[in-house]
């Protein structure tokens, strides 16, 4: 009689042929995923859209704000890195042990401007990319301002990252991260590199940390 042994890596194949990941290296965006992915032991196919300053949905995996992170599942695709993250936390981690679908509002507040400090560094890096002098006109000065009132506001607030590891401390260090490796602004705030560099010991953290080439 024939045995049908079960054998889970067939498993991770197949997961691994549906699931694909639009994104970059730099991507702090992306990175906000990675970690998750990395976390968890995801099979997933990455794929590397270059640079993000292109204009062409389907190099974004049909995604019509032509931004990175996209995740593509057969014929579902998800876009925004926290709706990526709700979507794998409901499928790999049904404990949710990095706290991705809490609702307290200091923690929402805090990846707000996480997320806000993160957008406003991709604005000025694209800017400056396609040939805009950001010195020259005063809606730049409001978003480095931002960067910094946000950065300051965190490293008052550092006591909200106090139970790392979670989703939210994933959100500093890969803002942090970027923000070192572009030179945006100086970031003089010790609580906050602190916090940082306790993640950085993470294994599933430390393997997607930034190198420089892309955004
Ligand atoms: N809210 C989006 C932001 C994504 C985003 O801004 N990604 C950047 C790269 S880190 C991008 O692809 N920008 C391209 C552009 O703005 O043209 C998310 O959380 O996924």
Redesign the pocket.
Known sequence: MQQYIYDSSLDKAIEKLHMKLYY?P?????R??LILINAWGIDIQLID?GN????SMDT?GGNP??????LVEDKLWI??????AQYLVRKYDLQDSFAVLTTDIHTLNARAIL?GI??AE??IL?ARRTGIDTNLYPRFDKIIETISTGLDWLEHNVAVFATSPTYLCFHLACMWD?LSLYKTVDLNYPNLQEQVEKLSLLPYVAANTPKLDT?
């Open positions: 970059t730099k991507s702090h965006f992306s906000k995923v859209v993000v300053a292109t204009s974004f704000l032509m931004k990175v992170p996209t876009i925004d890195s926290d709706h990526i997320n993160m957008s991709v604005e694209l970027h955004i």
